[in-house]
């Protein structure tokens, strides 16, 4: 496996330093919270076989130092993985070398094994996702179109909020609840036969009702097909609003009795479950041409980079819940040996 020269997660990318940016803590702010302690980092390895069982992966906290160096708890040097080491390679030495692990962040770890539990997620164990991102490793050593993730760095004086955002905590969001009311506006026109619609929900079996509201769900164009007060559940059900405190919601709701008003959930539960496009968002390469001057080809390269935040959609929360939601997308729509890797463990599992 290649050395790291600047280690960085291979979840969410961005990079595993020495040491955190500076952080003022916030009147607010709990005591001992800080933005940055989610990125205490973590690696781990295991077998490469398509079937990893838990007990083969071998998880611990370790401290990165000197360009992606770290060391075990046994006091063995590790180096970071981000691709694959042949044994002919002059620096292969399975017995008195260096050891390589995947680093990964501890809250991308503690993402991780919430989305084994969530109905969209695809990786189902830890060994699901060693093997899935060793195999990502390897591929990239000989195949161009796959990419590691790229190191995302915020010690630069030019960097954007937006892209400091990335760097904030996404386990431990202060205020969260009473941000997402703080963008919850009223409906401005019932929807007619709402009441006739909101029964009609009442009255269907649990497993049709889900199925309905996860099709209409998808999107950020509102639809008022579906009553208020059943968008309201869905917010609720959100994977990654596991720490939403429902009584912030109640008292909420009970504003509309007197009010003789409609809260907009709807709108506020399309805009959390809003996609987040790819960071570096790139179209194919296109040609300038001119007649009286060569074809040049455009360095998309050379573009900054475009990262996404909520204010995109219209709201506005604190910065760890972007960063939460980037990294439950990456993790959801990660599957076992996504990079369609074949290897030769593999082969004898299936002629065995």
């Known amino acids: ?29 709990p005591p001992g919270w800080s933005l940055y302690k989610w990125r205490e980092s973590h690696v781990e390895k295991g077998p490469k076989s398509m079937t990893v069982p838990d007990e083969d992966v071998s998880v611990f906290c370790s401290d990165v130092y000197n360009r992606g160096q770290s060391v075990s708890p046994s006091g063995v040097p590790i180096g970071m993985q981000i691709e694959n080491l042949s044994e002919p390679h002059e620096n292969y030495d399975p017995v008195d070398g260096k050891r390589w692990c995947l680093p990964i962040h501890s809250g991308c770890e503690i993402i991780a094994r919430r989305t084994m539990q969530a109905p969209e997620g695809r990786i189902r164990s830890i060994g699901d996702l060693w093997m899935t991102l060793d195999r990502r490793c390897i591929k990239t050593a000989w195949d161009e179109t796959v990419l590691t993730p790229k190191a995302i760095y915020a010690e630069r004086p030019e960097q954007t909020l937006t892209m400091l955002e990335w760097y904030c905590d996404l386990l431990n969001i202060p ?54 007060p059943f968008w309201k559940k869905v917010l609720l059900q959100i994977s990654f609003l596991w720490d939403i405190k429902t ?24 805009q959390v479950l809003a996609e987040v496009p790819p960071a570096y968002a790139r179209e194919e390469k296109e040609y300038r041409s001119d007649d009286d001057e060569e074809e040049e080809e455009i360095d998309w390269d050379s573009e900054e980079p475009a990262p996404w935040d909520y204010s995109q959609v219209g709201l506005v929360v604190p910065p760890g819940f972007t960063n939460r939601r980037r990294i439950w997308q990456i993790l959801v729509e990660m599957y076992p040996n996504d990079v369609g890797m074949v290897h030769s463990s593999d082969e004898e599992d299936k002629n065995s």
């Open 1 to 29: 496996m290649a050395e790291a020269r600047q280690s960085n997660c291979m979840i969410c990318g961005v990079s595993l330093p020495e040491s955190s940016p500076p952080c003022k803590p916030h009147g607010q702010d």
């Open 175 to 228: 205020n969260l609840t009473s941000a997402l009311m703080s963008n919850l506006e009223r409906l401005e026109s019932p929807a007619a036969g709402s009441d006739q619609l909101t029964n009609l929900f009442n009255n269907l079996l649990r497993q049709k009702e889900d199925g309905i509201a996860f099709h209409l769900r998808e999107g950020e164009e509102c639809t008022y097909l579906i009553p208020q």
């Open 247 to 270: 009584n912030l919601i109640e008292e909420k709701e009970q504003k509309t009795e007197s009010g003789g008003f409609e809260w907009n959930w709807e709108k506020l539960t399309r």
